[in-house]
């Protein structure tokens, strides 16, 4: 405490140290690190590759002797590294993506709002028009003119994404705008870019970063369809959504096969959710 | 505001009517029939769940068994002259259509003439090719639609001219592009006669509601011939996508009859459902495709060998596919009529043996260890043909070292790939419209365009099938397209993987379902216990 | 505001526009047509068909032809379904989604809200933490699991309610529960940040500190400003929920439109996908407007005449 009085902290620094007591964040926080340190070292734990077949154990359950820690799937091969393996592409699909769609979404929604009036109406058509065009057409032409890339996911799903963003932001700067400080910044002659930058995404983050952490799992889940149009992860890489996907198919029968990258994405998302309550607390202006 | 909402809910939840059934003496069979059917019009529908609904509601010439043998249907009788290109059919004075007007010749007559008028853009016309004239009309060469080889000589007499001896002449008159259609209510219902209470039929059943997505109930048509005999008096269709779903309605009592299992559960089925499991050889091939236009396959035998040989087919059938596949080491499945079906030379080595071969003949081929075959699989996105094409790549690169990479592209664009040959090795699959070796032989003449998938060109091959088509001696016939599929198999054109099997889940509560290799259950032959 | 909503509404009409034509042409320039299958036709036949559905038209003239038509209200028949127009699959389907879409968002909105307050009231305490976790739990299991798993339950296991199709409110039990769960994980977590920024806002702080009732101070000043964020959301949310889900209707065997954006996308069921794509564009750009309009109801500072 006796430091913060001597030396002048940034407003990160600041963030940071409000984050740093919360005691939900950072356990999430860990939590996260080390699923990441797991889906990067794991593999190397065990004897199997991502891609070969076992011809003694098709769709066997969990098994210690083989080495199967996770069981197989259907065409014998080690769920364990693939399952880590699929988590990489989620882990990165997802926290790109988002980031992408939280970036684009941000900006967009707030120069849209403040400048409002016909600027505004453009901007926000043209949402419209995003909104209702057929997605699945945009991919299957993706792939089509391009090949398949994991470029192209990100692009795919950005594209998407950030829209909701974007209105939510847009309608949080409406009201914003007519706030006193946001007069008091044009009085005292602040630039539109610095009262957009300054005043009125700061204020707007709250309800984004929640939104952005929901996004995470939509967009991991997402990229499973893609798989299914022929643009998501090809075969024999995987991801989470993928293996669920499959898994759910037969969990009856074969429970292993989505039970552990369910229980890894469920805790990943748990964790985001706190992480993203932490960062909103520590992130909100009007608590400084 | 939340008056409104309140009333809204309310008024939703009573407008849906009462989930209790009332239980009146009506016997309904509940089917699952995979998707919902794209139309009831006989000419335009080209799928499976069409034709199951439309063998219910209507009946050719000749009709289906219990065990999907042709019987007498709308004809009672008929005779061939000798050379085979005449028929005689003489109609049933007693059949009759849903509205209790007679079906005479002339429906028949009517029916056909439609199914190859170009302004129908029947998808299916070609499968009537083999009927005097029919080609010429619906490619639009000849105009005069009333040339078809197709005339009511009375109301009750049907004569049929053919272009050649047509042995599986019988066989095509019980496809629904060869039932009869009642003029009246198709002229006066224009784009909507296939609709209830427009729709009449002569066969077994009548169409009573059609809620798209949601099902297809049909009544029993109390004019037809053998209606005393029919025993169940309602089928409801319900269009089953999702494989899993449908079997939770079966289990619920939901369905009788399921028109597939989910792959990955018939492990579980096996062992749960077992009374209820019917898997049954079914006349289709699942195969790769190889592409004989460009290298490395063209010109290529050993290698197409190697890649053939190196698959050990059982694996894949006991632990991949599970629905008790037939491994296929020939074209044509066994149980055509008459036809004697082939394998390659290599079907009497062991498994070891041909691993031996297959090395030998990649090598031979001009590839190693050091050179490894690097070639693209291409399959569209399913469940299984994932699985099939994963286990495929796995075993060519254990024996013979190749890298063969997997594309997977969305169905219509994998259709696009494949028509414009863009592919090195492909996933393929066919299935038989009607009980003849000449319905998959045909696939590979030359002179078929983009259906021969490989674009393979043997002129002997083409001989034999032409020779085959004018002779109207079975025997004679058979052996010539048994020779033909020799030279197919010989030279490797595809690399069969296995022979489909049918798998359908069946109530203990319904009586009369028998397998058969045509997958054809009417449910007029079926009965079920309505005791519990 | 008058003003404002009529502009819209002329606006909306090129907006429109916009979507349809870009739509058609990025519809046909995928690769495959509705004929294409597994067992390729004869070349004759193939030619029939483009005729008889004027496919081999120039793009163009297709496309004027297409617009005509839409203007005189006729969407043309579905490719696929070939004995029904679009028109009338959409009339059959729509009310189906419409009914699951309006009571799987109120009841998430009711659920949602209710979860998310008490989380913000009671801020990071275990109260919080649990309701969050519980909600979070809707949206971190995905659909496709959540759904065969209650008709595994209620279906088959307990045989309480029926495992698919559509025509009582038994039925409808299930699939609304599948599609509100991760609304209902989403208007929580909305809320709870929305409702803390409220009552740390100045005035709000003031009010409490004069000593108002939490009820009072609630319902009168901080629930609309809450509001504003998850509006935002709730526009295009409805207008994708009431337009149904493939997965819900595929895995419940609903007759709902959702499989339509998806299947006819699939089968290149080009009329069909046209017309779910301006229904769905019109449903949007309403809702949007709808949106647009309320944030004046709720926050009485935004204004759009200026």
Known sequence: MTNDEQIPLTPTQKAWRRLAKNKAAMTALILLKLITLFCLLGPFLSPWEYDAVDFEHFASPPDWQSKHYFGTDDNGRDLYVRTLYGGRISLMVGLLATSVSFIIGILYGAISGYIGGKTDMLMMRFVDVLYALPFMFFVILLTVYFGRSIWLIFIAIGAVEWLTMARIVRGQTLSLKQRAFVEAAKVCGASTSRIITRHIIPNTLGPVIVYATLTVPQVILFESFLSFLGLGVQEPMTSWGVLINEGAKQMESAYWMMLFPAVLLAITLFCLNFLGDGLRDALDPKDR | MFKTIFFFIFFIVINTYSYAVITTGITTLHRGNGAEPETLDLHKSSGIPEATIQRDLFEGLVTES???????????????????????????????????????ADDFVYALQRAVNPTTASEYAFILWPIKNAKAI??????????????????????????????????????????????????????????????????????????PQSQLKLIKNKYYHGAANVSIDEVVYYPTEDQSAAMKRFRTGELDITEDVP???????????????????????????????????????ALRKALSLAINRHILTDKITKGGEIPAMGWVPTGMNQYQSQSMPE??????????????????????KQKPLEVELLYNTSENHKKVAIALTAMWKQVLGAKVKLRNEEWKVYLNSRSQRQFEL???????????????LDLFRSDVGTMNPSAWKNTNYDHLMQQAEKESDATKRAKLMQKAEQILLEDAVLIPIYHYTTQHLVSEKIMGWQDNVMDIHPSRLLKKHTKK | ?????????????????????????????????????????????????????????????????????????????????????????????????????????????????????????????????LVMTLAMTGIAIPNFVIAPILALIFGVLLGWLPAGGWGSWQ???????????????????????????????????????????????????????????????????????ITGSVVVEQIFGLPGIGRYFVNGALNRDYTLVMGVIIFYGVL???????????????????????
């Open chain 2, 66 to 104: 219990a065990t999907g043998e042709l019987i007498a249907g709308a004809a009672k009788t008929w005779q061939q002259s000798e050379d085979g290109t005449q028929w005689t059919f003489q109609l049933r004075k007693m059949g009759k259509w849903s509205d209790g007007s007679p079906v005479v």
């Open chain 2, 138 to 211: 619906s490619n639009g060469e000849n105009k005069e639609i009333t040339s078809l080889g197709v005339k009511a000589i009375d109301d009750f007499t049907l004569a049929i001219t053919l272009e050649h001896p047509t042995p599986f002449l019988l066989g095509l008159l019980a496809h629904h592009m060869a039932y009869p259609l009642h003029r009246k209510s198709v002229e006066q219902g224009g784009k909507k006669w296939t609709r209830p209470n427009k729709l009449v039929s002569n066969g077994a059943y009548q169409l009573a509601e059609w809620i």
């Open chain 2, 263 to 301: 792959s990955s559960q018939i492990a579980w089925i096996k062992k749960n459902l077992a009374k209820n499991f019917h898997n049954s050889p079914y006349i289709g091939t699942y195969y790769i495709a190889l592409n004989l236009q460009k290298p490395p396959f063209k010109d290529n035998i």
């Open chain 2, 347 to 368: 079907a009497k080595l062991t498994q070891q043996e041909r691993i031996a071969l297959a090395k030998k003949y990649y090598q031979q081929a001009g590839y190693s």
């Open chain 2, 426 to 440: 492909i996933r393929s699959g066919w299935i038989g419209d009607f009980n003849d070796a000449s319905n998959f």
């Open chain 3, 1 to 129: 505001m008058w003003h404002y909503f009529f502009k819209r509404i002329a606006g909306s009409i090129p907006t429109l526009f916009i979507i349809i034509t870009i739509a058609f042409f990025m519809i046909r320039l995928a690769p495959g047509g509705p004929f294409d299958s597994e067992r390729p036709i004869p070349a004759e036949i193939a030619a029939n068909l483009d005729r008889v559905y004027h496919l081999n038209d120039p793009l163009p003239v297709q496309y004027g032809h297409y617009l005509l038509n839409v203007l005189k209200g006729d969407f043309g028949p579905s490719f696929k379904y070939q004995d029904y127009s679009v028109t009338e699959l959409i009339q059959q389907g729509f009310p189906v989604s419409l009914q699951l879409g309006v009571l799987a968002i109120v009841l998430s909105l009711l659920i949602g809200m209710i979860l998310g307050g008490l989380a913000a009231l009671k801020q990071n305490s275990f109260i919080d933490h």
């Open chain 3, 171 to 241: 039925h409808m039990i299930l699939p609304i529960i599948a599609l509100s769960l991760p609304q209902v994980a989403t208007v929580a977590r909305m809320t709870r940040a929305s409702l803390i920024e409220t009552l740390h806002t100045p005035y709000l702080r003031t009010a409490r500190s004069k000593g108002l009732p939490m009820r009072h101070l609630l319902f009168r000043h901080a629930l609309k400003p809450t509001l504003l964020p998850i509006l935002s959301w709730l526009g295009p949310a409805t207008a994708a929920i």
């Open chain 3, 284 to 306: 949007i750009i309403v809702m949007n407007l709808v949106v647009d309009l309320l944030y004046a109801y709720f926050d009485p500072r935004i204004r759009y005449d200026e």
